[in-house]
């Protein structure tokens, strides 16, 4: 059975806790000695939330949280935060965890590009790769309609100001006609559309490819996440 990000079944829910077997959860649930926000909850099934309190026999049952880091391929079409009510597919939904986790997108990744993004429930480790004071390189593969020359690459990489804003790449590499690979050190709101926007071509496809020392793994289908090692995971947390 799938379970979701916000959810987990009552009777894994306890066994999980340490408070017994699967087996024997069932049976505590059948036997009516537990509750669920002070109330007997006989359905073994019950999706236990993050807000809930489950107690056995009058004690409150805990599940100690783990921490997950995980790298999505995220597919056009998908947005990624968890509580826009207009959208029609959430990428994290895309993800299932062996425990509940309340699991928020690292950075941003619009809508209409797809690639590389790091989900997770730990805030400390999110802080850290979204603040600019860390300036955590990310890279693009960026089609675009028509090919932009030398010139225009230099000025995008020089800087450019766009509603009030300053923007620039790192570094602009074409790779193939009408194909660039872009590195940006900051994470302004759709950063490399305005710019390619400025130089009056437009994005015909944009895909993250790295993001610091972490790759999309070659060999990760699109739609498709693995869990990142705890090496990976402190790479991509250095400079």
């Known amino acids: 059975m799938r379970e979701n990000n916000d959810k987990i079944r009552l009777v894994k829910f306890i ?11 069932g049976d505590l649930v059948k036997e009516g000695k537990i509750k669920v926000n002070g109330q007997i909850c006989l359905d073994p099934s019950y999706g236990v ?31 990624c935060s968890n509580q826009d009510s207009h959208a029609d597919k959430l990428a994290v939904e895309l993800i299932t965890t062996p425990t509940p986790a309340r699991l928020y997108s690292v950075g941003r990744l619009d ?4 690639g590389l993004i790091i989900f997770s429930n730990d805030g400390d480790f999110a802080a850290r790769l979204t603040h600019p004071s860390f300036q955590i390189t990310k890279r693009y593969i960026v089609e675009t309609d028509i090919e932009l020359n030398s010139n225009m690459l230099q000025r995008l990489m020089q ?9 620039h790449a790192d570094l ?12 940006l050190s900051e994470g302004k709101k ?9 130089a009056n071509a437009q994005v015909k496809r944009l895909k993250r490819i790295q993001i610091g020392n ?26």
């Not at 450019?160 to 804003?165: C, H, L, Q």
């Not at 759709?190 to 400025?198: A, C, L, S, V, Y």
């Not at 790759?215 to 996440?225: I, M, R």
Request: proline letters at 4%.
């Open 15 to 25: 066994a999980a806790s340490g408070a017994a077997s699967r087996r024997r959860a």
């Open 49 to 79: 939330q993050a807000e809930d309190k489950v107690y056995l026999n009058g004690k409150l049952l805990a599940v100690e949280e783990v921490k997950y880091y995980i790298a999505l391929n995220k597919p056009r079409g998908y947005t």
């Open 111 to 114: 809508r209409e590009s797809e």
């Open 159 to 167: 800087g450019i100001t766009d509603d009030g804003e300053n923007l």
């Open 172 to 183: 602009i590499e074409k790779i193939a006609p009408r194909k660039y690979r872009f590195t």
């Open 190 to 198: 759709r950063e490399i559309r305005r710019m390619i926007k400025f």
């Open 214 to 239: 972490y790759a999309l793994p070659a060999d990760l289908p699109e739609g498709d996440f693995r869990l990142l090692t705890s090496e990976e995971v402190l790479a991509l947390q250095e400079k």
